[in-house]
């Protein structure tokens, strides 16, 4: 890499939120409840699916990876923001905004594909009950997962070597929260035509190979609860794939909202943006554990298991104290 490719800048400035000073506090105290929620809710889904042996199923193997997935997303970018927001410093060194950028591609895209694998899951469910476990087996569950790891670091990988090759000169100040590849290839005073080039051809199709599949699958489950429509198909599909829909239509919504209908990045992007960083990793356990039958049993009886272990410890210390 020759010098005309090395960045000048050492650092980088992000503006964060844009908010009045004296609202700071408020939006730091619902922001950290709001993580808090987050790393929490996702960490019981994925303690649930672990010690319930009823959730060892392809749906909650995937379900747990998403919850992984949506835990690691908001912590990319949300600790930073709040740090920014209770030391009112703005600056990020360059490697952390780059290491930034990089994993939130990373996390964004994983999510990306794991909605496209549960899809995947809900169809032959639904249209394949009879061979479910014999299509679903194991094997595939663990390729699945691991194909979305390795195209998701792939893909992040390529647009953070793009990006590196570039060179940053005066303009350091991010208008955002975190280090967003779009608004970084703005401060650019390099040539960005090839990062662009990228980002229209396999950025979108890496968008849009998913999302084809979940249409696919939904349409397929579709056109078959309508050839032979009855009250228990309609219900069955609406218990299994309510939650799974309700959270797509919620992440697609949003995604689309800031890359594709947004003309600059003012307050009304990053307030999308805040959506599916935010508040849907915090949302999708509610989702998930409200209208799952599964998890809200499971969610019982460790509650369950819990309240016995106190009464015989209490039992127990009763016990020793009345010797």
């Known amino acids: ?4 490719n090395q960045s000048s800048v050492s650092e980088f400035l992000l503006l964060g939120l844009p908010m009045q000073p004296g609202q700071q506090r408020g939006f ?3 922001f950290l409840g709001m993580y808090l929620t987050t790393v929490l809710g996702n960490l019981l889904i994925i303690l649930l699916i672990r010690l319930d042996s009823r959730l060892h199923m392809p749906m909650y193997f995937f379900l747990s990876h998403l919850a992984f ?10 600790p930073k923001m709040l740090m920014n927001m209770q030391t009112r410093q703005q600056s990020i060194p360059y490697v952390g905004c780059i290491a930034q950028m990089y994993f939130f591609i990373l ?4 999510d990306n594909f794991l909605l496209a694998v549960m899809a995947y899951d ?27 790891w390795i195209l998701s670091c792939a893909h992040a990988l390529l647009h953070t070597l793009l990006l590196v090759r570039l060179s940053f000169c005066a303009d350091n100040t991010i208008s955002h929260f975190f280090c967003d590849l779009a ?34 699958s939904y349409v397929r489950i579709g056109t078959i609860i309508l050839k032979v429509p009855s009250a228990e198909r309609l219900f069955k599909a609406f218990s299994t794939c309510g939650s799974h829909l309700f959270v797509v239509s919620l992440y697609y919504g949003t995604l689309v909202g800031v890359y594709f ?8 992007d990053i307030t999308a943006s805040v959506m599916y960083t935010v508040v849907t990793p915090m949302l999708n356990p509610f989702i998930y554990s409200l209208r799952n039958r599964d998890i809200k049993q499971a969610l019982e009886m460790c509650v369950n298991r819990v309240n016995c272990f106190k009464w015989q410890s209490l039992n127990s210390l009763i016990a020793v104290r009345s010797k």
């Open 261 to 268: 209908f947004s003309s600059s990045w003012d307050s009304k």
């Open 107 to 110: 996390f964004g895209g994983l």
């Open 28 to 30: 730091f105290t619902l």
């Open 69 to 78: 997935s949506d835990i690691s997303l908001s912590s990319v970018t949300v």
């Open 1 to 4: 890499m020759g010098p005309e």
């Open 183 to 216: 608004v970084l290839l703005k401060l650019s005073c390099s040539d960005t035509s090839l990062n662009e080039l990228v980002i229209s051809t396999e950025g979108v199709m890496f968008i849009f190979l998913p999302l084809g599949t979940i249409l696919a």
């Open 122 to 148: 809900r169809y032959v469910a639904i249209c394949h009950p009879l061979h479910y476990t014999t299509i679903m087996r194991e094997g595939l569950c663990v390729l699945l997962v691991a194909g979305s």
